[in-house]
C-alpha cells in the first residue's frame, strides 16, 4: 500500500491558505473613467490611435456622392505596383486604378494602405475604408417569419361535395 506524499500536500495547502489571508486586504483601484483613453483607442490598429474624423456630416456633397456611388472592394500590392479596386454600389461597373490616377472623373487617387484609399479632389479629401461596418439586418427571425405565416393563413375547408375521400400516400399515389 501507497503512503500519500505528505510534503506534496502540505505545499499544495499552504499557497492557498496565504492567498486568503492576503486577499482579505485588497487594494483601492482606480475609477475607471480614468482609462477612457486607453478604452477610447483601437485596440487591433497597429498605431493605437483613434481614426480621424470622416463623419458623413463633415463631408461635402461631391464627397458623400462618391461615397455613395463607389466603394473599395479591394487593394491589389504586387512588387512596386500598387491598386485599388473599386465596385459601383448599384450597378455593375468596376474600377481597378492606380495612384495618381482618377475615378469618377474628378477624384484622384492619392494614397492606397493596405486597408484604405485617399481621393482628393480640390483641396477635399475623403477616405475609403476596405472593411465597413454592416448595418444590422432588418429581416425578421425565422421563428417570426414562419409563426406570421401560420396566423395569416386561414385554416381551409375542404368541401369535395359527393365526391368519395381519397387518401395519399407517402409516395403521392391515391389510393
Given amino acids: 500500500m501507497m503512503q500519500p506524499p505528505w510534503p506534496l500536500l502540505l ?14 486586504t485588497a487594494p483601492e483601484y482606480p475609477p475607471l473613467e480614468q482609462f477612457d ?10 498605431t493605437r490611435r483613434p481614426k480621424a474624423g470622416d463623419d458623413d456630416s463633415s463631408l461635402s456633397e461631391s464627397a458623400a456622392e462618391m461615397r455613395e456611388k463607389w466603394r473599395l472592394s479591394g487593394v491589389v500590392w504586387e512588387n512596386d505596383l500598387q491598386l485599388a479596386l473599386f465596385s459601383e454600389r448599384e450597378g455593375e461597373g468596376r474600377q481597378r486604378i492606380r495612384t495618381g490616377m482618377y475615378l469618377d472623373g474628378n477624384w484622384q487617387l492619392e494614397e492606397i494602405t493596405e486597408d484604405s484609399v485617399t481621393l482628393t479632389d480640390d483641396g477635399q479629401r475623403l477616405r475609403l475604408e476596405l472593411w465597413e461596418p454592416r448595418a444590422p439586418s432588418t429581416r425578421p427571425l425565422p421563428e417570426q417569419d414562419t409563426q406570421q405565416k401560420a396566423d395569416e393563413q386561414p385554416e381551409q375547408e375542404t368541401d ?6 381519397t387518401e395519399q400516400g407517402s409516395n403521392g399515389e391515391s389510393s
Avoid at 37 to 46: G, M, Q, S, T, V
Fill in 11 to 24: 505545499l499544495l495547502w499552504l499557497p492557498a491558505t496565504l492567498a486568503q489571508t492576503a486577499s482579505e
Fill in 37 to 46: 483613453d486607453i478604452i477610447e483607442r483601437p485596440l487591433f490598429n497597429a
Fill in 160 to 165: 369535395n361535395g359527393d365526391e368519395p375521400e
